[in-house]
């Protein structure tokens, strides 16, 4: 019992870790991606089940449930976007932007 506690601290720690590391490279995570996609996804699923259903079984090998794209999961922030106030980034752009 201990172990999993531990184990589960661990993964949390990992997780807390990997997200400020993300955010501090300039990454952002789409929180609402899944819950966007969820919809197409189960578009996708209906189709599929409706091709193997009323054809053959070969129709239901070219479904593509691709539900997850990585690119879209986890994005580099744009120059606009990032939130955190970085004295150099912003002495940068100021300079960019005069010239």
């Known amino acids: ?3 999993l506690l531990k184990f ?7 997780g807390v870790i990997s997200l400020f ?22 578009e996708r ?3 599929c089940r409706q091709a193997i259903g009323e054809m053959r079984k070969e129709d239901g090998k070219n479904c593509a449930l ?3 794209t990585p690119s879209l999961l986890i994005k580099k922030q744009s120059a606009s976007d990032m939130t955190d106030s970085d004295p150099e980034k912003e002495a ?3 300079v960019q932007d005069e010239q």
């Not at 589960?8 to 990992?14: D, E, K, R, S, Y």
């Not at 590391?21 to 189960?42: E, F, H, P, R």
Request: glycine share 4%; proline share 0%.
């Open 45 to 47: 699923l209906d189709e």
């Open 66 to 68: 691709d539900c997850i």
């Open 21 to 42: 590391i993300l955010n501090w490279m300039g990454y952002a995570v789409n929180y609402d991606y899944l819950t966007t996609s969820k919809d197409q996804c189960k």
């Open 8 to 14: 589960i601290i661990f993964l949390v720690g990992l």
């Open 1 to 3: 019992m201990i172990k």
């Open 92 to 94: 940068v752009q100021t």
